[in-house]
């Protein structure tokens, strides 16, 4: 699995039933039951504001002392152990029981405090807005500490920004999005944090997680990349959360002790285990199945869809409908190199949609367990969420448009125009499923003039990030570095209406110096630009979620991507384990582990 992050404004992403004894919880249909609005409905009447607050989850006491350890299975491994660069979710499920931000955001789609005692809005005085700026308070723990023992203060709030927005540091996958906006932070009070910034949409979701002052202050911001929570040497790092990592062994597994200090921003809370061990099944999900009945873990993770029918028999399986799509994502920029045209590059991205049949993945390929989407990467549970046309399939109507731009088949069936010739690569990871599905593409394509080369790696090549070791300039279906024509993985459908504007937007294509964001399409248009900073620059649910019904209309005429399919996620579940709850965000399954516990 990979979902591209943007800190908690993300977090929509991630209906849950049960096999055998499996633990059920909450679909995001249940909570949140916002009707999608038609396609027509850009001048409907003002929404009511969206409920961003009140979850309803509630842990089961634990009974008796903590056990000893926890042990967590995930066949892909992570290449990063600081959130800020991560590009894989692999790298967040890692860093999720150690690094916490001011928020979290719970199994119900509701942001809940975290490192902050409460989640600050408009409605109840904590965010004042003045003219074209706005004043958030953000309240800390009092007595808050840090895994060595430091106080948890405004200044780490102070810190986080600074380093953010240092020229010195490069590969940021969320970019400075929001950090360049502020302009201030004053320290009412130690735990009191005031921070005045330009009006930001995605305020909620920024400092996710927050880094302590004391440690930032030890490492030169050039050298962050490397010598920052370095995977060689985690144990050197300060952490908030439950755990804190003291061990990465590559390819095996990351150990993890509780955090003594943890109590102190969590009102007393103890995990219920002493340690936490990630195993590792490196590209081997199969191998990772078999081994739950061999005893070898306590729940898995980044099962999906593909492994559904694998899980049959299986003693305690949870699986939910996530806001995860699964996408065919085309990068412009190369596009734009085979083609000479933006007007080639857009006809050749809509003929692609038309000869693919989608069906025949989802029917064929993954034994119809998730069905088909149309051309909105949007979920239907987002309260601004707007129905595009759907996809279609029709391999003439294909053929017609590339004829009609003058792209001519040439002895060998592949089209060809001044020179060029329709060939491109198409990349993916190394999950069976995704590598029939290129191979599906190829036939598919080919009787409409064009040639697929299908290229899958492994997912520390695909989704390395821009400093990444092993990471080139020029390695091959790196997405970051933008070396592939075309790549299929998952992205992850937002909570936050700004999730997707780093991704969609000019200023997050990586290329140039300092390397930072997520638009590995490389898609640029003013148009999108405009419609993404009417959402960036308010808080005005109103014209918010007007702004998101143009960012739609944009993204489904522009095909940065093509949506293929919702995910099913799917965790293996150890029957005697306690509060294991699915969560439709980033955080996944493990936004409560500090809440597990094992029972008789």
């Not at 003002?46 to 961003?52: D, F, N, R, V």
């Not at 997680?209 to 300060?238: E, M, Q, R, W």
């Not at 191998?287 to 305690?316: C, T, W």
Request: proline share 8%.
């Amino acid at each position: 699995m990979h979902k591209r992050i943007l800190g908690l404004s993300m977090a929509a992403m991630l209906i849950a039933s049960a096999c055998g004894s499996a633990t059920t919880s909450p679909s995001p249909a249940a909570a949140t039951p916002t009707a999608a609005p038609p396609a027509t409905a850009t001048a409907a009447p003002t929404p009511a504001a969206p409920e961003l607050t009140g979850s309803k989850y509630v842990a089961e006491p634990a009974v008796g002392s903590p056990a000893d350890t926890l042990v967590v299975a995930e066949w892909q491994v992570p290449g990063n152990f600081n959130y800020y660069y991560a590009q894989a979710n692999t790298d967040i499920e890692a860093q999720a029981p150690s690094m916490l931000g001011l928020l979290d955001t719970s199994f119900d789609l509701k942001y809940v405090p975290d490192l902050a005692t409460a989640v600050p809005l408009v409605s109840n005085g904590g965010v004042v807005i003045n003219g074209a700026n706005m004043d958030v308070t953000w309240k800390l723990h009092d007595g808050g500490k840090w895994s060595d023992g430091q106080p948890i203060t405004c200044d780490d709030l102070t810190a986080t920004w600074k380093w953010n927005v240092d020229p010195d540091n490069t590969g940021l996958a969320g970019g400075v999005i929001g950090w360049e906006d502020i302009t201030g932070i004053t320290a009412t009070t130690p735990t009191e944090c005031v921070v005045h910034s330009k009006i930001f949409e995605g305020y909620l979701g920024l400092f996710a997680p927050l880094f302590p002052a004391h440690y930032l202050a030890t490492i030169p911001v050039k050298d962050s990349a490397t010598k920052l929570y370095p995977l060689t040497n985690l144990a050197s790092g300060v952490y908030s959360g439950p755990f804190i990592p003291t061990k990465f062994a590559a390819g095996s597994q990351t150990t993890y002790d509780v955090n003594p200090f943890y109590g102190t921003v969590s009102g007393g809370k103890t995990p219920g285990f002493k340690h936490l061990i990630f195993k590792y099944y490196p590209d081997n999900s199969d191998g990772m199945i078999a081994g739950f009945a061999q005893g070898e873990y306590d729940v898995a993770m980044n099962l999906n869809h593909s492994d559904i029918p694998k899980l049959k028999g299986i003693d305690r399986v949870l699986t939910e409908d996530t806001f995860t799509y699964e996408q065919l994502s085309f990068n412009n920029k190369r596009l734009l190199e085979k083609t000479g045209s933006i007007e080639d590059v857009l006809a050749v991205k809509t003929a692609v949609g038309l000869a693919l049949d989608k069906k025949q993945i989802t029917g064929q390929i993954l034994g119809g367990t998730v069905e088909p989407i149309g051309t909105n990467n949007i979920s239907t549970f987002a309260w601004f969420y707007k129905q595009e046309p759907d996809s279609k399939y029709d391999p003439e109507a294909a053929k017609a448009l590339l004829d009609k731009a003058g792209w001519v088949p040439g002895a060998d069936g592949v089209r060809e125009k001044g020179g060029k010739k329709l060939i491109f690569d198409f990349c993916t990871t190394l999950r069976p499923y995704r590598i029939d599905s290129l191979t599906a593409y190829a036939a598919q394509l080919a009787p409409i003039g064009i040639k697929v080369n299908p290229m899958p790696v492994g997912a520390d090549i695909l989704f390395g990030t821009w400093n990444g070791a092993g990471i080139q300039a020029d390695t091959p279906c790196n997405l970051i570095h933008g070396n592939f024509d075309a790549a299929q993985y998952a992205f992850v459908s937002p909570l936050d209406p700004l999730g997707g504007y780093n991704v969609y937007t000019c200023q997050g294509i990586p290329d140039a110096a300092p390397h930072n964001g997520q638009n590995s399409n490389r898609l640029c248009d003013p148009e999108l630009d405009a419609a993404w900073n009417k959402v960036k620059n308010s808080v005005d649910f109103s014209v918010v979620r007007d702004a998101m019904y143009t960012v739609q209309d944009i993204y489904s005429k522009l095909a940065p991507e093509y949506p293929l399919f919702y995910w099913k996620n799917a965790y293996l579940v150890n029957p005697k384990l306690h509060n294991v709850v699915g969560n439709p965000t980033v955080s996944t399954v493990l936004w409560n582990v500090e809440d597990w516990w094992l029972g008789q």
